[in-house]
């Protein structure tokens, strides 16, 4: 069963690095998305792709975040300078239509120290 | 900002009873979704619900959607320790391109 996957599962960085989160949405979607997960809180919405171009961003996703689709298959998520605050599970989603459900892949946890 | 607010939070219970957790919104959701996470996953797609009042059933699993598309319930029938983790509803606001989640219910089932 086709299935969304992300790398690596685990990541720790020092304040102010940069970090490229990877993503290989499934393969017919077109679709993409971004969510995250600071521990023990809900999963929040961070930003939509679709046709090489952002759809809609959340107020979280600011100049500091970036998101590209580099070739046919990966969808990566940019943190320029990270802050101890970006500490999170960060999920990525895909989806065949506009509308459609959304399918997760595994997550990344992101460790700033 | 459109808020889904679940209920209970924690539910523990014995294997064999049966339960409902509620999702409740002041807002109207286009369609709403219901996932299951596990510690350390990502969150696993159980079923989607489109219309107001319709009912969905996945095994021992029923999914109502209200009439008024604010609203969600999913019940467990005879409850097995297999069904033990966080209950995610996310709802469509409409703009099809972002997920609202839940605050989610954590239910823990033992033998």
């Known amino acids: 069963e086709p299935e969304v996957t992300q790398t690596p599962s685990h990541q720790v960085t020092q304040m102010g690095q940069e970090v490229i989160l990877r993503c290989v949405p499934i393969s017919n979607h077109l679709y993409f998305y971004w969510y995250r997960q600071i521990l023990g809180q809900k999963v929040e919405f961070l930003v939509s792709f679709y046709n090489n171009e952002i759809s809609e961003k959340s107020e979280i996703f600011d100049d500091q975040f970036s998101v590209e689709r580099p070739d046919g298959s990966n969808f990566t998520l940019k943190i320029r300078s990270t802050k101890l605050e970006d500490s999170a599970m960060y999920f990525c989603?895909?989806?065949?239509?506009?509308?459609?459900?959304?399918?997760f892949g595994p997550g990344t946890r992101l460790t700033v120290l | 900002t459109q808020l889904l607010e679940q209920s209970p939070q924690f539910l523990s219970i014995q294997e064999g009873e049966n339960l409902t957790v509620y999702c409740n919104s002041s807002?109207?959701?286009?369609?709403l979704q219901w996932y299951r996470q596990e510690p350390g996953e990502g969150p696993v797609l159980l079923v989607t619900v489109v219309t107001g009042g319709e009912v969905k059933k996945l095994k021992r699993l029923t999914f109502q959607f209200g009439d008024a598309r604010k609203d969600s319930s999913l019940h467990i029938t005879a409850a097995q320790p297999g069904d033990t983790g966080l209950y995610l509803c996310?709802?469509?606001?409409?703009?099809?391109?972002?997920?609202?989640f839940g605050t989610g219910t954590r239910l823990q089932v033992t033998l």
């Open positions: 996310a709802g469509d606001p409409g703009t099809a391109s972002k997920l609202t």
């Open positions: 989603a895909s989806s065949a239509r506009l509308g459609n459900e959304q399918f």
């Open positions: 807002s109207v959701f286009s369609s």
